[in-house]
């Protein structure tokens, strides 16, 4: 299995506050994704980066910033938590980025009360 | 927008029996097409691939079809276990990201 982790594991938090969220890995991969997971909704991109500073945003970037200054890790921060980001969220990585799978850490699963 | 489409949402087999899962895809570019299980609470994990330059891949039970012409691909799995109970994905490659369909809820009778 890829070498992906993802931290933490499950954080409950209130809304309005920061959250940041952090995955890791040790394959020396290019591309890096953040993905949220709802019933009914499947896998929605939120953002991806393509190396070190360099990021884009997926369909549901709104109310995310990412950053990653290191190969190994990409942050996921949401700057004010709402109610409506409770969700898991998976990290993904893959080697080349086009026509190449991506390999999922375990998630975390986020709750905003 | 590029989408995937994924039917059926629900398919509920006998344990034995063969399931296919179809999915449509709308951006003519895309050129692989990867399908990934996830269990319970577990991650996504890919179970097969397959590019376009091939009409179809097998590995051991499961096989993948590709028609580029109608744009459409499935997943094939013969001879349902148990363990063949979880959600799949398919997805469509889009520039470097991936076009996900909205996943189908296997279930294997026993």
């Known amino acids: 299995d890829a070498g992906i982790t993802q931290s933490p594991r499950h954080k409950v938090t209130e809304t309005g506050t920061p959250v940041t969220l952090r995955c890791h890995q040790t394959e020396n991969h290019r591309y890096m994704y953040w993905y949220r997971q709802d019933p009914g909704h499947g896998l929605r991109l939120i953002h991806y980066?393509?190396?070190?500073?360099?990021?884009d945003k997926g369909e549901v970037s709104d109310g995310y910033s990412v950053s990653r200054s290191k190969t190994e890790d990409f942050l996921l921060t949401l700057e004010s938590a709402t109610s409506s980001q409770t969700s898991v969220y998976f990290c993904?990585?893959?080697?080349?980025?086009?026509?190449?799978?991506?390999?999922f850490g375990d998630g975390t699963r986020l709750s905003i009360l | 927008g590029e989408n995937v489409e994924q039917h059926p949402s629900t398919l509920s087999v006998q344990e034995g029996d063969s399931a296919v899962i179809k999915c449509t895809y709308s951006?003519?570019?895309?050129?692989?097409f990867p399908w990934y299980k996830q269990e319970l609470g577990k991650r996504p994990q890919l179970i097969i691939d397959?590019?376009?330059n091939v009409g179809e891949k097998k590995d051991q039970r499961i096989a993948v079809t590709l028609n580029k012409t109608a744009k459409h691909f499935s997943l094939h799995i013969t001879e349902t276990q148990p363990e063949d109970s979880a959600v799949y994905f398919c997805a469509a490659s889009m520039d470097y990201q991936l076009i996900w369909g909205a996943g189908t809820k296997l279930i294997i009778k026993p």
């Open positions: 951006d003519s570019a895309s050129n692989y």
């Open positions: 993904a990585i893959s080697e080349g980025g086009r026509n190449q799978p991506q390999h």
């Open positions: 397959i590019r376009s």
């Open positions: 980066s393509y190396g070190v500073k360099d990021t």
